[in-house]
């Protein structure tokens, strides 16, 4: 690695000027100023560089020296990654903190991946072999839940000459190939350039997620985009971490992106302790943070999603199904607009740069479903699912407009229903999926066959309460007629008992996709119950305190271990009911 050199000549906030950068690239790697505070080059006008800086640049002094060391930001990828919490830029933040107490000293110059630590490496090819750019030449066990595959990195193959079995670290040579090139443990990756891989797969596999409103109402893929758009206090953090400790992933990346100190506090502190409902282990076994918090410097926070993302793809491309949560890229363009306004820019919509959408399509292009580089057949995922913060929850602003035109979900929180404490507080007027009919095939063969058909009758039943209560609204509901209370009572109970799912519940945090089908199943057979039992004379009031209506309001703290056969139970308990004709309770 060759530096150059030059020095400051301007400095403003993040931004600093420097003179006798002509050997410097757009996005290379710079240590600014006799701190040696770290920066990314962002123009280049003759032999004039404009620096990102991703620390305070206070008592920086014009004509201090700017190092340029010839190459991009990079990210260092291999094993030690699960369970680490990073800052924008990738450098171990409890190891900073530990370090330097609750100031982290500018300046500070540490790797990403520890240099001592070593892991133990299995080989799975021979000398002689012949390998090529995402072949795996062995694993390292890096938690319980991640076998960590040794790829040959983008760009590199020929024939294996030496690989041994042993303990290393991720710097030594675990493989030499013929024409000398040594394969190690970690490969480092400029963060703003994608990975590569053969070719992106059709999205028709769910991103399952425990949450009732999300699975079975507005299913995202794997490697799908989806947003949470919500004003303030609508539930999008509960949101993103109901997903980042319930969805089924094999890593989770989680982006705390300038929310305020004390939300990531609580992530730092609950993550750690967080246990996997299903096998009882740390969720930190499967889960990287990456942690920016508002104190922190902008220019950090607009690299921060790149990082996270970058890391994301290394694990696709060993196969994973990787699920990336970014709270919240509002944050992430304030940092993009701010730094532009230091640039002097032509301010575009809102003062966000006119390349605002661009810059947001990179980051949303980079999920995917892809069939990974290498010899061996494997496909891996990465499902981005970002929340956005638009200021007093008016989603005509720029970031919300931009992001929706490229998300394939829109899970879209409402005022209103946070205010009812109805939660998660997804509008389902609002939000919407892409993905919903290339899904439906997979749940109809894996899941239910009535699948789809459960949740037009969800809608639909959604639909008819809209009309009835502005009906009501006009004549009020004592002038509706049996029927139509009917209608009210039974979505009344799949909003409030279906929709409704408390992140806090122990029970019904997360559930599970048969215990979806079968609630949904109840509710549909409780409303031809009541149909059917009206046209037989019985007295509505009555029906509408009925033991099994009672029981099906109560159904979701039922435990989703025996629910198929809960739900069997119910619902000949309901067809026996009809048998007997008077059913009034
Ligand atoms: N799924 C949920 N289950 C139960 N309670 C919830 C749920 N979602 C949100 N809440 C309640 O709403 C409160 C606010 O949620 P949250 O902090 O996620 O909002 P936010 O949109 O991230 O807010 P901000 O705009 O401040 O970032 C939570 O403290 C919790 O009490
Ligand atoms: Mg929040």
Redesign the pocket.
Known sequence: MTSSKGSIVKISGPAVVASGMREAGIYHRVLVGSLGLPGEVIRIEGDRATIQVYEETTGLSLGEEVVNFGEPLMAELGPGLISSIFDGIQRPLALLLREQGDFISRGLLVSSLSRTLRWNFIPAVKPGEGVIPGDVVGTVQETDRVLHRIMVPPGISGKIREIRPGNFTVEETIAVLEDGFEIKLMQRWPVRMPRPFKNRLLPKLPFITG?RIFDMVFPVAMGGTAIVP?????????????LAKYARADVIIYIGCG??GN?MTGVLEEFPELRDPQTGRPLMERTILVINTSNMPVAAREASIFTGITIAEYYRDMGCQVALMA??TSRWAEALREISSRLEEMPGEEGYPTYLATRLSHYYERGGRVVCLGKEERSGSVTIVS?I?PPGGDFSEPVSQSSMRIAGGVWA?DSDL?HR?H???INWRMSYSLYTDLLDPWFQENVAPDWPRLRAWLMEMLQKEDDLLEVAQLVGVDALQDEQRVVLEISRLIREEYLR?????EVDACCPLQKQVWMLRILCRLNDFLGESLKKGNPLDGLFHHPLLLEAARMKEHPPEDFDAFGRSFLSRIDAELKKGAVSG
């Open positions: 949450q919500g004003g303030f206090g609508t539930g999008k953090t509960v949101a993103e971490q109901s929310e305020r939300e709270d919240s929340a913060s929180l946070a404490r939660f998660p507080a799912q408390s992140s806090f519940s």
